[in-house]
Structure formats: C-alpha cells, structure tokens
C-alpha cells in the first residue's frame, strides 16, 4: 500500500441509551461499515485469530463479542474456527492440551461462540509452515499451519500495552500470536539480564523461565538470579514477572531489532490470505500488559469503543491515538503522561516506543498510518 493512501478506520463509541446501541450490535454495524462481507466466501475455513488469556487474566476479549464474529462470518457463508497458537513461556497455554483447558474456563466453548477451537500450531507447537517474505531481517517467517492453511481471517484484537513493544493490538497478534513457538523465539532475539542491586533473591524468574537459563550465583555475601545468555531463548517472561524491576533488556540494540522482526512477521501472516482479512480492534480494559501476563491491572484510561478496518496498520494507528488522546486514570501503573495528548504507553514503560510498529509495518508496505476515522 503506497504510503499516501488513507485508510478507512470505522469506530463505535461506548455509549449506549437503547437496545439496538449494545456492543454486539455495534459489532454488526461495524462489519456492515467497513464492508468485511466481501471477504469471507462460501465454505471458507475462516481463522477467527483471537487470544483466550492466560489463567488469571479476566481482560481479554468477550466470548460474547466472538460469539457475534461467528455468527456474521457464517452468514456469508463462511466456516469459521477459533484459533491462538502456543505460548513460548511457561504458564496455562504452552501446549494444546493445557491451551484448550484454558479456552473453555475463559468461556470460549462450542456451547457459547457456536465453532470449534483449533490451536493452529499443532500439540506442542511444532506444526508450522514457512511463508516467503523477503524482508531486512527474514527471508522466511514461521506461520502457524491452521493460519497458513486457512482461506480467510478474522483478527480480533484486545488493544492495551505491552512492556517491550509498547503496545499490544492488531500488528502484535498478527506476529506473535500467528507464530509458533520457534516464530515467537525468531522475533524476540533480545538480550536480557538481571541488575545486582535490584534483585531481591525472590526466585520468581527462576521458576518461570521455561529454558531453565536463569540460576543462582553468589555476589558477595548474597545470592542473585543470573541469566545464561547461551540459554535465553529472550521470552521475557523473567522481565515480566520480577515485582522487583531487576530484570531488563539492553534496549538501545534490541528495541528495534525486536520490534522490526515482530513486524516482519505480522507481515508474513497476513500475507497467507490475499486480502481476504479483516481486523476489530477493542478499546476496552486497557491495561498496561499483554494478556499473557497471569493477571490483570487496573486500566491506563477509560473504556473507548471497538474499531474495524481493512488496514491493520491504520488501525492500530488510530487506537494509539484515541488512548493517548485521553485523560490517564492515577490508580494505575502510569507514573507520567496522565494529561489529554501524552503518550500513555510511554507513561507506563518510559523505555517503550510503539510507534516502531506502526511506522515500520507502513515502511514494508503492510498498510498505511494515515487513516479517516468514520464514526458510525
């Protein structure tokens, strides 16, 4: 897509004094908007890609709002299936089995979004197919098999932060959550490590790191975590889970790397389905972390709508203005920023840049961050 073209962003607001004003019919009318209709044909195997949280978060996407995407996706006739793929940290949803389980807690059975679940990379991750990209850092990425299999793809992302990429929306499930585990560990590449007079000997990213590379040594008279650099598969599930902020990366390298390669295999993913992929972004619950993380923090800033375009990078472009547009919330992990215009991801990882993404992804031809916003 040509850098000057402006994409069609459709937004629905939350706000709703009637009936026919509730969030699945927003849902409708914003699949109508956008014209997704012409997407989806008669007896596709349509992805639904979607995340179903990690045990412990309640943030992630309604069942009810995949629910609804079922339901329009069939009315074209299509066949859609729900789909993630495995994580490549420790936790509730590192094979398909636990996955599953964790799908069915989070509310998303058959009962209630009326299709099948299928993890799209396999039992234990290792069902993939590579995609030919050709880009600065990936000649081939990594794509899950039941995405690169599928006909057409629903993306419906949970928007809210993220402590490397800055934020989470449509571009980052697109990358990490349509890669298998080798994929996720291709795209993250960054160097991590733990600062002495910080670590607090808690153990917690010890027990959590799935490639056993973190261990004790001795400093002086005390024990610290180390992280093995030869064994860092660099998921930063250590930096996620230190109460402590002792474990970090070296940002000035692998920011860019990190955040370019994500993107690199946004593009791969989407490139499986030929235009025929659609993306709904969700402003509700914004949190400051993924939705992978165990648990879920109080909202950066109030509620804001659901937003649908054909143009992921627009999208996210969009939903990154309409947060830093607001007004913070101080109950939450903002420690700047709060004020309308300021940038709330920065507010709350001051290190993050998340406007690599979307600049990058345009940069590669993926789509364009010049967008009208259309409310309806």
Same mark, same amino acid.
């Given at each position: 897509?040509?850098?000057?073209?402006?994409?069609?962003? =459709?937004? !629905?607001?939350?706000?709703?004094?009637?009936?026919?004003?509730?969030?699945?019919?927003?849902?409708?009318?914003l699949?109508?908007?956008?014209?997704?209709?012409?997407l989806?044909?008669?007896?596709?195997?349509?992805?639904?890609?979607?995340?179903?949280?990690?045990?412990?978060?309640?943030?992630?996407?309604?069942?009810?709002?995949?629910g609804?995407?079922? %339901?329009?996706?069939?009315?074209?006739?299509? %066949?859609?299936?729900?789909?993630?793929?495995?994580?490549? &940290?420790?936790?509730?949803? %590192? @094979?398909?089995?636990?996955?599953?389980?964790?799908?069915?807690?989070?509310?998303?059975? =058959?009962?209630?979004?009326?299709?099948?679940?299928?993890?799209?990379?396999?039992?234990?991750?290792?069902?993939? +197919?590579?995609?030919?990209?050709?880009?600065?850092?990936? #000649?081939?990425?990594?794509?899950?098999e039941?995405?690169?299999?599928? @006909?057409?793809?629903?993306?419906l992302?949970?928007?809210?932060?993220?402590?490397?990429?800055?934020?989470?929306?449509?571009?980052?499930?697109?990358a990490?959550?349509?890669?298998?585990?080798?994929? #996720?560990?291709?795209?993250?590449?960054?160097?991590?490590? *733990?600062?002495?007079?910080?670590?607090?000997?808690?153990? +917690?990213?010890?027990?959590?790191?799935?490639?056993?590379?973190?261990?004790? +040594?001795?400093?002086?008279?005390?024990?610290?975590?180390?992280?093995?650099?030869?064994?860092?598969?660099?998921?930063?599930?250590?930096?996620?889970?230190?109460?402590?902020?002792? *474990?970090?990366?070296?940002?000035?390298?692998?920011?860019?790397?990190?955040?370019?390669?994500?993107?690199?295999?946004?593009?791969?993913?989407?490139?499986?389905?030929?235009? +025929?992929?659609? &993306?709904?972004?969700?402003?509700?619950?914004?949190?400051?972390?993924?939705?992978?993380?165990?648990?879920?923090?109080?909202?950066?800033?109030?509620?804001?709508?659901?937003?649908?375009?054909?143009?992921?990078?627009?999208?996210?472009?969009?939903?990154?203005?309409?947060?830093?547009?607001?007004?913070?919330?101080?109950?939450s992990?903002?420690?700047?920023?709060?004020?309308?215009?300021?940038?709330?991801?920065?507010?709350?990882?001051?290190?993050?840049?998340?406007?690599?993404?979307?600049? &990058? !992804?345009?940069?590669i031809?993926?789509g364009?961050?010049? &967008?009208?916003?259309?409310?309806?």
């Open positions: 897509m040509p850098n000057a073209a402006v994409s069609k962003v =459709y937004f !629905a607001g939350m706000r709703a004094r009637r009936e026919k004003d509730n969030k699945t019919s927003k849902i409708e009318r699949f109508a908007a956008a014209e997704f209709a012409g989806f044909s008669k007896n596709d195997l349509t992805a639904i890609k979607l995340h179903f949280g990690e045990s412990g978060c309640d943030t992630f996407i309604n069942p009810v709002f995949a609804t995407a079922v %339901r329009l996706l069939r009315s074209c006739g299509a %066949r859609p299936f729900l789909t993630d793929t495995n994580t490549l &940290y420790t936790g509730s949803r %590192r @094979n398909s089995v636990d996955h599953m389980e964790t799908a069915l807690r989070h509310g998303f059975s =058959y009962a209630t979004v009326n299709a099948p679940i299928i993890i799209a990379d396999g039992l234990t991750s290792a069902a993939f +197919q590579e995609v030919q990209i050709d880009k600065k850092h990936f #000649k081939k990425v990594k794509i899950a039941a995405v690169a299999n599928a @006909n057409s793809m629903l993306v992302s949970h928007f809210k932060g993220h402590v490397t990429a800055g934020f989470g929306g449509a571009i980052k499930n697109l990490m959550g349509c890669a298998p585990a080798r994929g #996720k560990r291709e795209q993250h590449a960054a160097n991590f490590f *733990v600062e002495a007079d910080k670590c607090a000997a808690c153990g +917690q990213c010890i027990a959590h790191c799935p490639a056993t590379a973190i261990a004790w +040594q001795k400093n002086g008279d005390k024990k610290q975590a180390f992280i093995d650099k030869d064994k860092c598969i660099a998921c930063g599930e250590c930096m996620s889970v230190c109460t402590f902020e002792a *474990v970090d990366m070296d940002w000035s390298t692998s920011l860019s790397g990190f955040t370019e390669r994500l993107v690199e295999y946004a593009f791969g993913a989407a490139s499986c389905f030929k235009g +025929q992929i659609a &993306y709904i972004n969700f402003l509700m619950n914004i949190t400051p972390d993924c939705d992978c993380a165990g648990w879920s923090d109080a909202p950066l800033v109030p509620d804001i709508g659901i937003l649908a375009s054909k143009d992921p990078v627009a999208l996210d472009k969009a939903c990154h203005d309409l947060v830093n547009a607001q007004i913070g919330f101080k109950n992990h903002l420690s700047c920023n709060h004020g309308t215009g300021e940038n709330k991801f920065k507010g709350s990882f001051s290190r993050t840049v998340g406007e690599l993404q979307f600049n &990058y !992804a345009e940069e031809g993926m364009s961050t010049k &967008y009208e916003l259309i409310e309806i």
